[in-house]
């Protein structure tokens, strides 16, 4: 989550149930924020204990996958599914009345026509602020309308899984439902072995910034391909984000003019290009960071050219990275200092994966001199987020001897039926 916050407050291992709010108190955007973290854990740990990891009603499930007639053509019907107690929807029409795409090119997704393979989804969340809705600004508050709230989205995408050894008998056309959620238990596993990071501060000087800080860093390019992975770091949460309109070559057009009592870019300043295709995931490939070199009014030339396959939507600026693929994570231990006296240091256990999107997120004081957050502690902490959730959808086997598309299809969606229904109607 990006966004320009104080800290963000929420631990499920204290067992809180609400933020109560005392008169004459002064209002935190932590204790807020928290409250909305309480209800939704306490929603999808709910709803999971009831469906299970993914689930979806006969009646108004989506997500059923078709293959065209070429066998290369996957359709994913409309409805809503939940995974991990996420609701995930594919609507009939989107908010403007256009149909949204449901169909994908299976080839595109890595998969192959002589190869049985498994559709799943992939389902996370991002931010959403007044550069990607405009809708979010309150126009009342003048012309150039100052940012408030942001909001979360779920986002989810399919993909496809190849090798048969995980998850089926070798050449075997039916499915071996055991293995498959054997399969999907292991990516959903939350103590699977991950990086661990402790942010911490010189013993001598302490922070010595003189603002208040919320420092994020984050894995630019994991290591589930056999590089090494990469990190960047923001001070403001990477919260310091520009619209762009359009984007030609070194130089990106920005949209708009910049949000008021917001930083401003400048000569020199990190920057990363978002588009609509941007997964907390090592595929698509990661783009690199660009250094501003050059801005003339709403204009800003980078020090390299922007992929023309892209569709540009953010520019987000950091304020850390060696080089266009990042900062490397040292294999050793070694502390890497960000600034003021704030330094972090990796501490991944054996076969660790970094993945794009992981990050770490540590507030400073500039009262105190000091960091808070359980990235203090002395073994490091597990990254803060963002949370990637799996479900399979199906078993594809695309061979054109296989016989109608029914037989090629196999549905792997768990579908539960209500628990009441109208007097006179036979449950089913």
């Not at 050894?165 to 238990?185: H, I, M, R, S």
């Not at 109608?404 to 299809?409: G, N, T």
């Amino acid at each position: 989550m990006y966004g320009d916050f104080s800290r963000l407050t929420f631990n499920r291992a204290k067992s809180y149930t609400s933020a109560w709010s005392q008169q004459g108190r002064m209002q935190l955007d932590s204790d807020f924020n928290e409250q909305t973290a309480i209800l939704l854990d306490w929603m999808r740990t709910l709803a999971t204990d009831f469906m299970g990891p993914a689930g979806g009603n006969t009646d108004t499930a989506g997500f059923a996958v078709s293959l065209g007639a070429n066998a290369n053509d996957l359709s994913l019907s409309a409805g809503h599914y939940y995974v991990a107690g996420i609701r995930c929807e594919i609507s009939a029409l989107g908010t403007d009345g256009i149909p949204i795409p449901t169909t994908y090119k299976a080839d595109k997704l890595g998969a192959r026509k002589d190869k049985t393979y498994l559709v799943y989804l992939q389902v996370w969340e991002r931010s959403v602020n007044g550069l990607l809705d405009p809708t979010l600004l309150e126009p009342a508050l003048g012309p150039t309308s100052p940012d408030t709230t942001i909001r979360s989205q779920v986002v989810w995408s399919p993909a496809v899984i190849v090798d048969p050894k995980t998850w089926k008998p070798n050449g075997a056309t039916d499915v071996d439902y055991e293995a498959v959620d054997a399969l999907f238990a292991t990516m959903n596993d939350p103590d699977q072995p991950g990086p661990r990071a402790k942010l911490q501060v010189s013993p001598v000087d302490g922070y010595t910034g003189l603002e208040n800080q919320l420092y994020r860093v984050e894995i630019h390019r994991g290591n589930l391909d056999g590089a090494s992975p990469t990190f960047k770091w923001s001070r403001d949460n990477g919260s310091v984000e520009f619209g762009i309109a359009s984007a030609s070559g070194n130089d990106v057009m920005l949209a708009g003019t910049a949000l008021p009592g917001r930083p401003k870019l400048e000569i020199g300043d990190c920057v990363e290009v978002i588009d609509s295709s941007w997964q907390p995931f090592d595929t698509p490939a990661v783009g690199p960071l660009y250094t501003v070199i050059k801005q003339v009014d709403q204009t800003v030339t980078l020090d390299g050219a922007v992929d023309d396959s892209m569709t540009p939507l953010l520019l987000r600026r950091w304020d850390g990275a060696e080089s266009p693929d990042g900062t490397t994570v040292p294999d050793d231990g070694t502390p890497m200092l960000l600034e003021n006296g704030v330094e972090v240091t990796f501490s991944p256990p054996a076969g660790a994966q970094f993945r794009r999107g992981d990050f770490w997120l540590i507030p400073a004081r500039a009262a105190t001199g000091r960091i808070y957050g359980p990235t203090t502690d002395d073994g490091g902490a597990p990254p803060y987020g963002p949370a990637r959730h799996f479900a399979p959808l199906a078993q594809i086997n695309p061979q054109a001897d296989q016989g109608p598309p029914d037989q090629r299809v196999h549905d792997l969606r768990s579908l539960f039926t209500r628990l009441a229904w109208p007097l006179g109607e036979q449950a089913p």
